[in-house]
């Protein structure tokens, strides 16, 4: 087994928008308000310019995409936020997530940010959890009605590290 994290590849941002509408959905029940949202994001990124303080990294796994992680910046220009972060199911407790959160750390703090935020939600046991122990905590938290597509409420969960 041979985890490889590294810069997403022209194209690939089709296999992150994809991946977060085949498994928020089969997983979660989250419906096109949360998936065309997070195709958006990853779509968008080989067109936008980015320096050093952005970067949409793979997880490759013996040659197959197993997930990803994005860099970016936000209106603050100390803080950054971690976005996209996916694994995919059968592929999750290998390391993969430990090793993609670890190179977008490593280059969060190499190009000065202070403070990461991030949001993610209730649902997300594993991904709260791996958060936590990597020093985030808690400091906002938003219903939201518009992802399930089983009408449950969604807590949206506003977390914050800082770095420095």
Known sequence: ????????????????????????????????????????????????SHDAGEELWIAELD????????????????IGQLRLFLVEKAHRCQGIGHALTTVLLERARAVGYKQLILWSASPLHEALSHYEKLGFHTVETVDNHDWSLVSEVVTEIKMVLNLM
Request: proline fraction near 5%; charged fraction near 20%.
């Open 1 to 48: 087994m041979s985890i490889i994290v590294r810069p997403y590849r022209s194209g690939e941002e089709l296999y992150v928008a994809d991946a977060h509408r085949r498994i928020y959905t089969e997983e979660y029940h989250w419906g096109p308000s949360f998936t065309h949202y997070a195709a958006e994001i990853a779509l968008s990124f080989p067109s936008r």
């Open 63 to 78: 040659g197959n995409l197993v997930g990803s992680v994005m860099l970016c910046r936000t209106a603050e220009e100390t």
